[in-house]
Structure formats: structure tokens, C-alpha cells
């Protein structure tokens, strides 16, 4: 990395700190890949990113729990964004002892982590009013869908996205997620 690059990005840090981001109602967002499939996410929410984790699969979990790892003390559930989204898991729970990244998010007293295979930086982001934006067959989790750099990219809400995966691993029932 250049001192270009980190003075750059430097700046842009202090931008999202002092909240001039917020005056014009967009959000600063990370950009994450999983296979073909592109994420977004309110950089926010993301506590940090482990960039190898040594998982242990958990007998019995549901599905979409590929195992624990621990970050710094902390046990963490990592859960696959694929599978919870419908797809067939681009990586298998055989495979889980080390895994490209871990993309650590909290909300409130839940913390869990979902795998990606690249992270490709931030970009802001100015949300869609318009509803019509997110398709149908999306998970409630996925906010909506927009376009960089020629790559269709899901915008995670991450509190439905922590919701979801407690509820789907019967940490929360659906009364509690309402």
C-alpha cells in the first residue's frame, strides 16, 4: 500500500467519523464476495475481519451454522450467507477448517460471523426510497440490490440478517425477532 492509499483512506475514515457522510444520507458501505454472489454491509455494524479462522463444526447445528472459531477470546457462531440466502453452499461444512475470511458483525447482544471470500473495500452509498429496488424472492435480510462497477451487489440490513440466523438456530422465536 502507498502513502497515498493510506492517507486516502485515512481521509475518508475521519469523513465517516465526523458524520459529513450522514448529512448527505449515505452510508459508508463493505463490500465482500462469496463465489459470483456480491454483498454490501453498513461498515458500521462489522466488528472486525479475520483473515484465516480454524472453524469447529457443531454437531447437530442447523444448516446454515458452519461452525465456532474463536477470535480473541471470544467463541463466534459463523454462519454461511449462501446458505442462508437459498443457495447450495459454495462451501462445504467438510471444508470449513480454514476459510477465506471471517467478517465479524455485531447487533446488541448478538455476535456472529459470516464467511467471504474477498473483501473489496468500502463505497458510500445513498439507499433507495423507492422499495421497488429489492426483489421478491430476497430474504427480508437483503435491503436491496444495486449496481458498482458492473457487479450486481445484495445490501445486507445486518440486525435482520443477526435476527434471522438466531431465529433459524432457535436462539430467538418469532415473536422475539418481531
Known amino acids: 500500500m502507498t502513502a497515498d492509499q493510506t492517507t486516502r483512506g485515512e481521509r475518508k475514515a475521519a469523513i465517516i467519523a465526523s458524520g459529513t457522510l450522514a448529512d448527505s444520507k449515505s452510508i459508508p458501505l463493505m463490500l465482500l464476495r462469496l463465489g459470483t454472489r456480491w454483498f454490501a454491509m453498513d461498515v458500521r455494524a462489522i466488528v472486525e475481519v479475520a483473515l484465516k479462522g480454524a472453524v469447529t463444526r457443531v454437531p447437530t447445528a442447523p444448516n446454515h451454522v458452519l461452525g465456532v472459531t474463536t477470535l480473541r477470546g471470544r467463541l463466534v457462531t459463523v454462519v454461511s450467507l449462501e446458505q442462508m440466502i437459498g443457495g447450495a453452499g459454495l462451501l462445504s461444512r467438510e471444508n470449513t477448517a480454514t ?19 474477498g473483501i473489496y473495500g468500502m463505497t458510500d452509498h ?24 458492473g457487479k450486481r451487489v445484495a445490501l445486507l440490513d445486518v440486525p435482520l440478517l443477526v435476527a434471522a440466523a438466531a431465529r433459524l438456530s432457535g436462539i430467538l422465536s418469532s415473536e422475539e425477532v418481531a
Open 99 to 117: 476459510l477465506p475470511r471471517l467478517v465479524v458483525l455485531r447487533n446488541g447482544p448478538f455476535e456472529m460471523a459470516i464467511v467471504a471470500e
Open 126 to 149: 445513498v439507499r433507495a426510497t423507492d422499495r421497488e429496488e429489492r426483489p421478491a424472492d430476497l430474504p427480508d435480510f437483503v435491503c436491496e440490490e444495486f449496481d458498482w462497477q
